[in-house]
């Protein structure tokens, strides 16, 4: 069975201390690979895409990274700002664009 | 450029009664996606409307029905509410149901059934 896990489920840091939130993946084929971001009561928003196997994308304090069996999305020197849960969604070969299977996402507490 | 436009934000329904949410997808995009999220869970996808069609559906009931307009917005009809149907809404778009591009999404409807 298809299936996306995500941990630590919360994750507590003090501003500053770097860290790495972990998405393991068991899928048919992988499409693709998402990071979002999500605010409490709001939408995910687009973090970055990777598509495969030795993939990286950075934007600002964050940086994702794809291996065959997993992503890692690396937080370094977190702000509070930063605080938000963080979730992984997979798209599978044979799957459409909108059909994507999520993990239940890291909870990410940044304390100044 | 308007992202991803839901309506309405909250809504409180009692259970049995039938509710309608609502979906403008980003300016260009042709395809939308529903989800539902309950609390501290991850987003699970409903179904997919492109071209008018329902595409593809996840693992929900009948009870879950939608619709796509010539302008490509979009509706979540749920009958016969139950408790357990208490969840972010949300809705999500991209260009074509094929692309491997990001889907970009709303900010939700919190639905609440009493």
């Known amino acids: 069975e298809d299936q996306v896990t995500q941990s630590p489920e919360a994750l507590r840091l003090q501003e500053g201390e770097s860290s790495s939130l972990n998405c393991s993946y068991t899928?048919?084929?992988?499409?693709?690979l998402f990071w979002y971001r999500q605010d409490p009561g709001k939408g995910p928003e687009f973090l970055f895409t990777?598509?495969?196997a030795g993939e990286e994308k950075e934007k600002e304090r964050l940086k994702a990274t794809l291996t065959k069996k997993e992503s890692f999305l690396h937080i370094t020197a977190p702000k509070p700002e930063d605080s938000a849960t963080y979730l992984c969604?997979?798209?599978?070969?044979?799957?459409?664009?909108?059909?994507?299977?999520f993990g239940k996402g890291t909870k990410l507490s940044v304390k100044p | 450029d308007a992202g991803v436009t839901q309506s309405p934000t909250h809504l409180i329904k009692t259970r049995g009664q039938q509710v309608t949410l609502r979906c403008s997808p980003k300016?260009?995009?042709?395809?939308v996606s529903w989800y539902q999220q309950a609390l501290g869970q991850g987003p699970q996808f409903i179904f997919q409307?492109?071209?008018?069609?329902?595409?593809q559906r996840g693992n929900f009931p009948d009870r879950f029905s939608g619709h796509q307009f010539p302008n490509y917005s979009s509706e979540l009809n749920v009958n016969a509410l139950l408790l357990g149907d208490s969840a972010l809404y949300l809705c999500?778009?991209?260009?074509?149901?094929?692309?491997?591009?990001?889907?970009?999404f709303g900010q939700g409807t919190r639905l609440t059934v009493v």
């Open positions: 999500a778009s991209t260009l074509g149901p094929g692309a491997r591009a990001e889907a970009f």
């Open positions: 899928v048919s084929g992988l499409r693709g």
């Open positions: 990777l598509y495969s």
């Open positions: 969604a997979v798209l599978r070969d044979g799957g459409s664009q909108g059909n994507l299977i």
């Open positions: 300016s260009g995009h042709d395809t």
């Open positions: 409307y492109y071209e008018e069609e329902e595409r």
